[in-house]
């Protein structure tokens, strides 16, 4: 007789694991969920909306790229969820909205249910990192479509702002100041250029290197930081025209999209020092410059601009957070890139 466990597909299996992510998913909720006794949506009150005089809802989705693979590699998977919840959460707050809820999604070959709730229980951690709730998911086993200790993950989000506080490239000005927040390290971006590093380089994860305190693996593995609550927190103090979330494409690329078409950034490179990882990326896989300012946020996870008397105020706001923020730059008359003073 052939059943779906002749199949690969384990039901038991995921029924435990979804017992066992239960309590973790419980430390994100916030007090507009409410509870679907069925368990096939999330629900969220949204008269907590009311509020606001025209709120509008924002939405993003994204994954964590190939780092999952390390985390696979590394048998270490309760901080890949961190990832996926910054990556999501801090593309909302770009624009001034405050995340409220966020989805996920797990494909694998095999649901070894410990594993699986450690992957969940780090999106709940994201989360509750966030000040949004996790309020449902979906695990699918995928035999024969992915090795048994293979996955992958996404997930999608909403948040909400006012209309009238959206943030944005139509409120910055010449003048205007560009903050750096500072990056835990290579965040979720540009893992391919890596592991083609590792492999070209043969550097091994467990690989211990003078430029490093830890081992390689440990510090590619560390969790991207998610900016949501203090970047909401300078919104509150300061007054903010801008931010920008630095992933994919580096810092140039991605300050240039919350730049108008008549104003630049103009950075300055000598402003800050790039985490060690950076210099091992660089030097042990002979990468230049351009390719590195391209792949990675090279220890900039977030901008903010503010116009240049809220500086002081956006500084001590971040600083009382424990964020790390500098002067990066500045706003110049323009046609709307950014760039690297000479």
């Known amino acids: ?39 096939f949506a999330g629900l969220f009150d949204v008269s907590a909306l009311l509020r606001f005089t025209r709120p509008l809802l924002a939405t993003s989705t994204d994954g964590v790229g190939t780092k999952v693979m390390l985390a696979q590699a590394l048998g270490k998977h309760d901080t890949i969820g961190i990832d996926l919840v910054g990556m999501v959460v801090d593309d909302l707050v ?21 594993r699986i709730a450690d992957i969940v229980g780090g999106v709940a951690e994201g989360c ?48 205007d100041v560009v903050l750096g927040l500072a990056s835990s390290g290579v965040h979720s971006n540009g893992y391919s250029l890596v592991r083609h590093v590792l492999r070209t380089a043969d550097l091994a994860l467990e ?31 300061a007054e903010v025209h801008a931010f920008s979330h630095i992933t994919g494409g580096g810092l140039t690329a991605n300050l240039a999209r919350s730049l108008p078409g008549s104003a630049d950034a103009v950075l300055d490179r ?23 300012d391209r792949a990675f946020n090279l220890g ?37 890139a950014a760039r690297f003073t000479t």
């Open 1 to 39: 007789m052939t059943g779906y466990a002749a199949a690969g597909v384990d039901i038991q299996a995921g029924e435990r694991a979804v017992e066992l992510m239960k309590s973790r998913v419980a430390r994100s909720r916030r007090p507009e969920v409410v509870d679907d006794a069925s368990g």
């Open 94 to 114: 770009v624009c001034g909205a405050e995340p409220l809820f966020m989805t996920d999604y797990i494909a694998c070959g095999k649901v070894v249910p410990e």
């Open 207 to 237: 690989a211990s290197l003078p430029e490093l305190d830890r081992t390689l693996g440990e510090e590619l593995l560390e969790p991207t930081r998610i900016y949501s609550l203090s970047c909401l927190e300078l919104i509150r103090d």
């Open 300 to 336: 900039v996870g977030m901008c903010a601009i503010v116009p240049e008397e809220a500086v002081d105020t956006a500084l001590n706001t971040l600083r009382e957070r424990d964020q790390h923020a500098w002067i990066l730059g500045e706003i110049v008359p323009g046609t709307g």
């Open 270 to 292: 000598s402003s800050w020092s790039p985490q060690p990882i950076f210099e091992v990326i660089a030097g042990y896989g002979k990468v230049p410059q351009e390719e590195m």
């Open 128 to 175: 509750r990192l966030a000040g949004c709730a996790l309020v449902g998911g979906e695990t699918a086993e995928h035999p024969g479509a992915m090795g048994p200790d293979e996955y992958d993950l996404a997930g999608a989000g909403t948040g909400v702002v006012e209309a009238s506080e959206l943030l944005g490239p139509d409120r910055v000005r010449p003048g």
